[in-house]
């Protein structure tokens, strides 16, 4: 059996005395698109910041365990806040996504230059690779840093509300983007607001309800219309598209009103 790129077992977060984080069991193997869903304060970002190490826990991360030259080489993380402090080019910006590949007194050889071209040219941000990064929208921003993670050439990659502030458009494009790269082998784990992408694109769905999974299938045993209903309050349905299965929110389920 192919090991998990990422285990998770007994995860737990407590902040100022509350329980933000309970007892989260969860893994994500190769060939995988987990979708990580749930209303505001499920603890989404908890749990992605938690796996990294980023915040204290309690339980067992199988990223936490590894020292953090071996963590960079085997995990990257797009966070949901988008910020750049210095106005650098775009170019350098996702060149920071090889740092991972060097030994601490090393330089990074001539030729990773084409790597870093390569990842901008497939995310059609060819023509953004001398702008000054403090200067992109938060739109462009957002595909500059999936390109830092997508030249950092990690097994796995975690995403936090990676779509937010792209048009649609982009936000299609990127989800299909990731989609790709869990078909090639690599492990995703993305938290998304969009239950329409998640069922879309997402291989299986983790559903989070205060601090803890209570759901964690394949999209549509997932998105039930009770689940729905207690979750979420709302009453939705799925659409059979050639392009794959659409849940449309319908209203307010009667538990919301």
Known sequence: MTPPLLDIAGLGVARRGRTTLSGVN???GPGECVGLI???????????????????????????AMPPSQRALHAAFLPQTRTVAWPM????????????????????????AHLVDDVLAALDLGDFADRTATEL???ELARVLLARVLVQRTPLILADESTAGLDLAQQIAL??????????????????????????FCTRLVLMQQGQIVADDIPHRVLTPERMASVF????????????PFLVPLALSDRAT
């Open 89 to 112: 080019p775009v170019r350098d910006l996702v060149a920071l996504g090889l740092l991972p590949h060097r030994s601490r007194k090393a330089t990074l050889p001539r030729d990773t």
């Open 38 to 64: 749930g209303p505001n304060g499920a603890g989404k970002t908890t749990l992605l910041q938690a796996a990294l190490g980023l915040i204290r826990h309690q339980g067992h991360s199988s990223l936490t």
């Open 233 to 244: 309050g709302l009453a939705a349905t799925y659409v059979d598209t050639p392009e794959g």
């Open 137 to 139: 929208s938060g739109g």
């Open 175 to 200: 989800m299909g983007r990731l989609r790709q790269l869990a078909s090639a082998g690599r492990g995703i784990l993305v938290s998304l607001h969009d239950l329409g992408l998640a069922a879309r």
């Open 26 to 28: 969860l893994s994500v």
